[in-house]
């Protein structure tokens, strides 16, 4: 069956959908998912805004007949395939698509962990006595153990840390509650599916563990196709890094506590060594260095304090083997000791080959880690080479105008099939450009003062209806300071509330200016008129000073290239594009994103930029965004049905 005629204008979408509107591009890239899912390979597919990509690989990946994980960039895309995709199709299409969601570990209760923590000490404290009852009818009442389901607990509360399942927590099929266990039962499910829906740190942590001794969450699959593919690298860097933070080791001693104590078994000896524990965990990190700016710090092996390290590490040892010994055998302590031995080992891996080591924060905050300089390899040893389909998409994956960057970046070696599909909006007709040429370079002082004044006649022309993308924390806040108190609208900034209770109050009112920085950058979808126009402070360039950006700026130019054009622009043009993204959503949005950093014209690294942005109208001055405003304001500005 051709996925193409499905989508097509004589096909069962077009016959049953209301308002349904074919797209050839969608059709395209349904054909080259169909490709690829028959015959092998990997592909590369930018398909830009309002393609329909979701049921472009939905249609192909649930008629190829093999098991196919489909992993998104967030849990609300797992959420719309599941609950608005899949079922669309199912009735449309008359096909019985077999889909199974899988969330991240932390998302689902752990019985083990609950049923400690209920026999535990720390069962009488106040706050825990109080929500144990409430937890528990939940426990026996849900069937996914999902607990954004207990709506009555806030997703922040921090009784979910001493309940949920873990990567680092599972047991496995040693545990006493294996065949009760959420876990146990979503991966049962997904066995049994033939499609399986996850997200990016769900599959990396999978990936990662699958070389380990502990417990997988996925079933094995033939192909995967990857969502927001941009994403990949720094997913990947995460997780085939290493981290040891302060929390983690006072969880590990509260839950190894916890779980000395359900077995009636604590005594002194254990108190004295979880207490020793603590305390050299806060000797070590106390002698670590700090990043004024909250930033990652770089962490050689002189900056490393050797006396706190070893003392912290016998610590560990110590709880390991004292878990370990304690007779009968205890599967829970087992895992304390296995969790112990996996903390030693981040610790012995901050001067690892490969990887570059780095401290962050301070406080309850503080951490230590090593990441990888570069996650092509281990991209193509554990995913190229196991995998025989791969299908990276996303709306941004080329710079200046073709995918060598990404390839480089997920190392992608071998002859891969490549596919652009062009957006069907009309951004010459939907969209401004405007870069002023009149303000100082975003490194000078006065930069600010003139950015903020160059902002409030902006959302004086669009009447509100504003993001503010910046760069820094410490960006958003002079400006959100120096233009919000001058505003007539109402007007937010980011930290102030929950991104989703944020984002609802902006919509709900319309004519609101949001102050925001990375995470607003991308995953954010404001159709319709109350987003008219994004204005970004700077070129969103890595932070050269970051040990992991400057570790893969050195080693691209030992290689004898420059690290500037082959790394830290194409990452910005990929941001750039992001966020340019924010602005048209629907065939029917209008407005103008503004770019205030006039490098995008005045350098020749500019036309990366420039080439790798969709072909919005270009607008010179402020008199011209006016005009093109007062062009648009009469086209209606509202959301149409997307796919």
């Given at each position: 069956m051709d996925a193409g005629h499905l989508l097509g204008p004589k096909g069962p979408l077009a016959r049953g959908v209301p308002g349904y509107e074919h797209r050839p591009g969608q059709i395209r890239m349904a054909r080259t998912v169909q490709e690829a899912l028959a015959h092998d390979g990997v592909v590369l597919l930018e398909a830009g805004t309002g393609t329909g990509k979701t049921w472009a690989y939905l249609i192909p990946a649930a008629l190829s007949g093999r098991r196919v994980l489909i992993s998104t960039g967030t849990r609300a895309l797992q959420d719309q395939i599941m609950e608005k995709d899949v079922p669309a199709l199912r009735r449309h299409l008359g096909l019985d698509i077999d889909a199974a969601c899988v969330k991240g570990l932390g998302n689902y209760l752990c019985r083990r962990r609950f049923e400690e923590l209920a026999r535990s000490a720390d069962a009488a404290q106040e706050r825990v006595a109080r929500l144990l009852p409430t937890l528990r009818h939940w426990v026996e009442t849900t069937a996914s153990g999902d607990r954004a389901e207990l709506a009555t607990i806030a997703e922040e509360d921090p009784?979910?840390?001493?309940?949920?399942?873990g990567s680092d927590t599972r047991i496995g099929a040693r545990c006493?509650?294996?065949d009760q266990c959420f876990v146990t039962r979503v991966r049962r499910r997904a066995e049994e599916s033939q499609l399986v829906v996850v997200n990016h740190h769900l599959f990396f942590a999978d990936l990662a563990l699958r070389d380990t001794g502990f417990a997988s969450v996925l079933p094995d699959y033939d192909a995967v196709i990857f969502d927001e593919a941009h994403q990949i690298e720094d997913t990947a860097t995460l997780f085939f890094g290493s981290r040891l933070s302060v929390t983690m080791v006072e969880r590990l001693a509260r839950d190894a506590r916890v779980a000395t104590s359900a077995e009636a078994t604590l005594g002194g000896h254990d108190a004295r060594l979880l207490d020793a524990l603590l305390h050299q965990a806060s000797s070590f990190f106390g002698a670590l260095p700090t990043n004024p700016n909250g930033g990652r710090s770089p962490l050689p092996p002189e900056s490393i304090p050797?006396?706190?390290?070893?003392?912290?590490?016998?610590?560990?040892?110590?709880?390991?083997?004292?878990s370990r010994n304690r007779r009968p055998p205890c599967e829970s302590l087992m895992q304390i000791a296995r969790r112990a031995d996996q903390l030693r080992d981040t610790l012995g891996s901050l001067q690892s080959s490969g990887q570059v080591s780095w401290s962050q924060g301070s406080g309850k905050s503080q951490s230590v880690g090593s990441s990888p300089i570069d996650v092509g390899p281990l991209l193509r040893e554990r995913l190229h080479e196991r995998v025989p389909c791969i299908v990276f998409t996303s709306a941004t994956l080329t710079t200046g105008g073709d995918f060598a960057f990404v390839k480089r970046r997920l190392g992608i070696g071998t002859e891969v099939s490549e596919e652009v599909v062009e957006s069907p909006f009309r951004y010459e007709d939907q969209a401004a450009l405007y870069v002023p040429d009149h303000l100082p370079d975003p490194?000078?002082?006065?930069?600010?003062?003139?950015?903020?004044?160059?902002?409030?006649?902006?959302?004086r022309l669009s009447e509100g209806g504003a993001f503010v993308l910046c760069t820094s924390r410490r960006m958003m806040r002079m400006l959100a300071k120096r233009v919000g108190n001058e505003l007539d609208h109402e007007w937010f900034v980011q930290g102030d509330a929950p991104k989703q209770i944020l984002l609802d109050r902006f919509r709900d009112q319309g004519n609101a200016v949001l102050f925001a920085t990375a995470s607003f950058w991308e995953g954010v979808d404001v159709p319709g008129r109350a987003l008219r126009l994004v204005i970004i402070d700077k070129l969103p360039f890595e932070v050269p000073s970051d040990p992991v950006v400057a570790a893969r700026c050195r080693r691209i130019d030992e290689d004898g290239e420059s690290s500037f054009m082959r790394y830290l622009v194409p990452a910005a043009a990929l941001s750039l594009k992001q966020g340019f993204g924010r602005l048209i959503r629907t065939t029917r949005d209008r407005g103008v994103v503004a770019i205030l950093d006039s490098r995008i014209r005045r350098k020749g690294y500019g036309r990366v930029f420039m080439r790798s942005l969709p072909p919005a109208r270009a607008c010179h001055s402020l008199e011209e965004v006016r005009e093109f405003l007062i062009s648009t304001a009469a086209t209606p500005n509202m959301a149409s049905r997307s796919a």
């Open positions: 009784i979910w840390s001493r309940v949920v399942s006493d509650y294996y050797e006396k706190e390290l070893f003392a912290l590490d016998n610590a560990l040892a110590e709880l390991a083997a004292s490194r000078a002082s006065d930069f600010p003062d003139a950015a903020a004044r160059e902002i409030l006649e902006l959302i």
